[in-house]
């Protein structure tokens, strides 16, 4: 045997030798292993080894695009009576604070933008595009359940119809829960003009800046399985004196303005994946009786009509995506 051959051939000593410090080496490992996790309880050895979930953005976006045959607006006027309109709206959400526990469970920032664009050109300066609405606010929601609602809104002719009117707006809802799929959802609407009015005027040095409120129900109904919510959305108008104004620029009465209600469709288009949003589909008609003669004054002068039309239907549809 050369002496290479002897410097290759193992050497039983030094590999017992070797094999004796790796197993003291990892017994050492494994009893501080033990020490380590000796004080930890059951819970929190299972959160050592569960991820926790990521918290839900706190950013949201809803767009939305509206097709109808009427522009009409809350109040029952009824700004554009011809063919058909396009509403788009955008809103941007931001959730200030969340909490499932205690009185408070949401405090939300939004701000809006929204538009009424006409196929055939409308206005007192005819044009296509015929209005354009900001708004924002803060969104409080309380009591697992309540809704309040605080913001600033602003109305903008692009026709040169009307002037630039700001109003203050407040909405208190409640979103009950104890017919199981069918709920209520009552609500009373604060309406202040605050800069200017929110209705057509005839004598501007006669006009006043009032205000309105509507109480309303929303009856809503989920069909399960089927991915189907039906609402009967319904309110009327308590209106002050003056908030409307007749053809020879006096005030109209106060008391109610308008009765309104209808019917609305919503299917989730639960397909589509939710990384490209929460896209739902939706139809549905609202009926206004117009129980003011200042109101019906202004939709004469807004229509060019020669009949007074106590009786307004508005037909829409459209799709909104919610992120």
Known sequence: MTPIT???????FHRSSTACALLAAGALVAAASLRAFAGDTADEKLS???IEPEEPSRLHLLLQVEATDHYITPRALDVVD???????????MFDAYRSKDGVLNDIQLWGSYWNDVGIAKYGAVPGYWNEIDFAGGVD?????????????SSFHSETGSYSTNGHFEVTLAYHDSFLGNFSINPNVWFFDEVHKEATVQFNYSNSEETFYFAPGIDPTYKFDPF???????????LIHSGFYQLTDGSPANGGVGVFSTGYKFSVPLNFIPKSYGSWTVYTGMQYYYVNNQGALDGNQLLTGKKY???????FYGGVSIFF
């Open 6 to 12: 002897r410097m290759m051939k193992p050497n039983p």
């Open 48 to 50: 050592k080894s569960v």
């Open 82 to 92: 011809r063919g058909v309109s396009f509403q788009p709206l955008t809103v941007v």
């Open 140 to 152: 409080f929601k309380f009591a697992q359940g309540f809704d309040l609602n605080i913001s600033y």
């Open 227 to 237: 991915p189907l919510k039906v609402e009967l959305p319904t309110y009327v108008t």
């Open 308 to 314: 007074e039309e106590r009786d307004l239907y508005r």
